[in-house]
């Protein structure tokens, strides 16, 4: 049996087949389309005709999808979304949506109502649940909001609430019906997990799409037996009916992709690793085998969120990066690109476009196109362009460093061509043999998550006791998400004593790791 994983970048749909030992059996790279699903198709098809094996041997396919993001980016395809949040009257002082970009709160339909509910930071009632002034609520947007986002005031405390409220829409407009309860979403923070869920909310309509097209691309491949999963931001697995209920969590997976693969292909738990593309240089951090996640708020298409996301840097430096000579003779490099079209566009594939990829093949760092074709750069134009590549690479590199210490990178992606060979700050490159692909790698050899991030008061439950219901609840995630239970193990424990609370309440972090079931 095999597994086949496709991730699709901002320049490339990378494509690969690996055994049941997770060793390469076929890979290929075929452009990003402008419409994502013939691109996909392509490098499946790719895949399937280089590795000769038969589709109905493959019983497990993984896909990293930009389209989520780009749905928010481009404000398509978004739902209406009603948003009920359960904290009246505390909080009107500030409304839902208050700071969000105007166009999109028109795609989402900027309908919120405020009803009396959810708790105080310690547990105590702030006010109690009105169940009808919420039934009142869904009868007047009745044919107006196509999935329902439920906020209640510190759920991360008491989810009871929102799991009410959740009924209720379900009573109303039918079991089927999307509801997103911003518990399973963001942390701690009423306002940025309510923008979490609204999204989530808004995004059913894009992963059913994205869902069904991918099938539907499988099936005509002949991929009949295949169990589907998508990336989460994590650098984990999930189903994709999880997926459905929680297309956010693919927001931010194709730099995590990288990273898991780049762990698994250099043999490395810790370190640095950075993935250039055609457009954009990642990097992330790998701590245990996984991508560090971010401790600050991310903004995701201008909107404050504060569900987890990895800590990944990006600068506007790959291997289509449009190179310019400046009046004053100086070189710069990006942030634009060529992207897809650099097979185009690019001088060496006879464009007329100077890039990155063209000062790597004059410089002799890169054996791609015709090399004759960048013999009229000058040689000046050529080491500055190199130079102002090592500077970009090399300060991104220290603002991800934790200390003063030269330290490992793992090098990878398509565009790594570009990079040179030494680096300020860093001791040694590893660059594995199939690290242009990753990301595919990673996509494919994941495992599965869950995830837990909840309050406890000490003072009212007995600390192993909280450890352990929150471990168990993370390990229901993973179960959910696709995981077999007798491979369940904690990977990730993390305790925040909460400042100047008397109940010595404590943010509780517990992520649960399993192998696909």
């Given at each position: 049996?095999?597994?086949?994983?496709?991730?699709?970048?901002?320049?490339?749909?990378?494509?690969?087949?690996?055994?049941?030992?997770?060793?390469?059996?076929?890979?290929?790279?075929?452009?990003?389309?402008?419409?994502?699903?013939?691109?996909?198709?392509?490098?499946?098809?790719?895949?399937?005709?280089?590795?000769?094996?038969?589709?109905?041997?493959?019983?497990?396919?993984?896909?990293?999808?930009?389209?989520?993001?780009?749905?928010?980016?481009?404000?398509?395809?978004?739902?209406?979304?009603g948003v009920l949040r359960l904290a009246y009257p505390a909080t009107l002082s500030i409304k839902p949506f208050t700071y969000w970009p105007q166009d999109l709160v028109e795609k989402l339909g900027g309908l919120y109502s405020v009803v009396p509910g959810g708790y105080e930071y310690d547990g105590q009632i702030l006010s109690e649940l009105d169940e009808e002034a919420v039934k009142k609520q869904l009868a007047e947007w009745q044919g107006q909001v196509e999935s329902v986002a439920v906020i209640g005031a510190f759920s991360s405390l008491k989810t009871d609430q929102e799991a009410r409220v959740a009924a209720l829409v379900h009573e109303a407009y039918g079991n089927e019906f999307p509801v997103t309860?911003?518990?399973?979403?963001?942390?701690?923070?009423?306002?940025?997990?309510?923008?979490?869920?609204?999204?989530?909310?808004?995004?059913?309509?894009?992963?059913?799409?994205?869902?069904?097209?991918?099938?539907?691309?499988?099936?005509?491949?002949?991929?009949?037996?295949?169990?589907?999963?998508?990336?989460?931001?994590?650098?984990?697995?999930?189903?994709?009916?999880?997926?459905?209920?929680?297309?956010?969590?693919?927001?931010?997976?194709?730099?995590?992709?990288?990273?898991?693969?780049?762990?698994?292909?250099?043999?490395?738990?810790?370190?640095?690793?950075?993935?250039?593309?055609?457009?954009?240089?990642?990097?992330?951090?790998?701590?245990?085998?996984?991508?560090?996640?971010?401790?600050?708020?991310?903004?995701?298409?201008?909107?404050?969120?504060?569900?987890?996301?990895?800590?990944?840097?990006?600068?506007?430096?790959?291997?289509?990066?449009?190179?310019?000579?400046?009046?004053?003779?100086?070189?710069?490099?990006?942030?634009?690109?060529?992207?897809?079209?650099?097979?185009?566009?690019?001088?060496?594939?006879?464009?007329?476009?100077?890039?990155?990829?063209?000062?790597?093949?004059?410089?002799?760092?890169?054996?791609?196109?015709?090399?004759?074709?960048?013999?009229?750069?000058?040689?000046?134009?050529?080491?500055?362009?190199?130079?102002?590549?090592?500077?970009?690479?090399?300060?991104?590199?220290?603002?991800?460093?934790?200390?003063?210490?030269?330290?490992?990178?793992?090098?990878?992606?398509?565009?790594?061509?570009?990079?040179?060979?030494?680096?300020?700050?860093?001791?040694?490159?590893?660059?594995?043999?199939?690290?242009?692909?990753?990301?595919?790698?990673?996509?494919?050899?994941?495992?599965?998550?869950?995830?837990?991030?909840?309050?406890?008061?000490?003072?009212?439950?007995?600390?192993?006791?909280?450890?352990?219901?929150?471990?168990?609840?993370?390990?229901?995630?993973?179960?959910?998400?696709?995981?077999?239970?007798?491979?369940?193990?904690?990977?990730?424990?993390?305790?925040?004593?909460?400042?100047?609370?008397?109940?010595?309440?404590?943010?509780?972090?517990?992520?649960?790791?399993?192998?696909?079931?």
């Open positions: 049996m095999y597994r086949l994983g496709i991730d699709v970048g901002g320049t490339n749909t990378d494509a690969i087949i690996l055994d049941e030992e997770h060793q390469v059996v076929s890979f290929v790279k075929r452009h990003t389309s402008l419409d994502v699903g013939s691109g996909i198709e392509a490098a499946l098809s790719a895949v399937l005709d280089d590795s000769g094996i038969d589709p109905k041997q493959i019983n497990a396919v993984m896909l990293g999808t930009t389209q989520i993001t780009n749905a928010i980016v481009e404000r398509k395809k978004i739902a209406k979304v309860q911003s518990a399973e979403i963001g942390s701690i923070g009423l306002i940025q997990r309510e923008n979490a869920s609204i999204l989530n909310a808004g995004l059913f309509k894009v992963i059913a799409t994205t869902i069904t097209g991918f099938k539907q691309a499988l099936a005509d491949k002949g991929v009949a037996n295949a169990d589907l999963y998508l990336t989460q931001n994590d650098g984990t697995l999930m189903t994709a009916e999880f997926a459905q209920r929680f297309p956010i969590l693919t927001i931010g997976s194709g730099p995590t992709n990288s990273i898991r693969g780049a762990a698994y292909l250099a043999g490395k738990d810790d370190a640095i690793v950075v993935d250039i593309g055609g457009t954009t240089t990642d990097l992330g951090v790998l701590k245990n085998g996984f991508p560090r996640e971010s401790a600050i708020a991310v903004e995701v298409g201008g909107v404050a969120t504060n569900f987890r996301m990895p800590d990944i840097l990006s600068i506007g430096l790959g291997g289509g990066s449009i190179v310019r000579v400046q009046p004053d003779g100086s070189v710069t490099v990006g942030p634009d690109s060529v992207g897809y079209e650099i097979t185009e566009k690019a001088l060496c594939f006879g464009g007329d476009t100077l890039t990155a990829t063209d000062i790597a093949v004059r410089m002799g760092l890169a054996d791609v196109g015709d090399k004759a074709k960048v013999y009229g750069v000058s040689q000046e134009v050529a080491e500055a362009g190199l130079a102002e590549i090592k500077h970009m690479i090399e300060v991104a590199i220290d603002k991800m460093k934790t200390s003063a210490d030269d330290i490992e990178i793992i090098l990878v992606g398509g565009g790594a061509i570009i990079a040179p060979d030494h680096l300020a700050g860093v001791a040694k490159v590893i660059a594995p043999e199939k690290g242009g692909v990753a990301n595919a790698i990673g996509a494919s050899i994941s495992q599965i998550s869950g995830t837990v991030d909840r309050i406890y008061p000490y003072t009212k439950i007995d600390r192993e006791e909280a450890l352990k219901q929150a471990e168990v609840e993370a390990g229901e995630h993973a179960k959910t998400a696709g995981a077999l239970p007798d491979t369940l193990s904690v990977v990730e424990r993390e305790e925040i004593p909460l400042a100047y609370d008397p109940n010595q309440s404590t943010r509780v972090k517990i992520k649960v790791v399993g192998e696909l079931a």
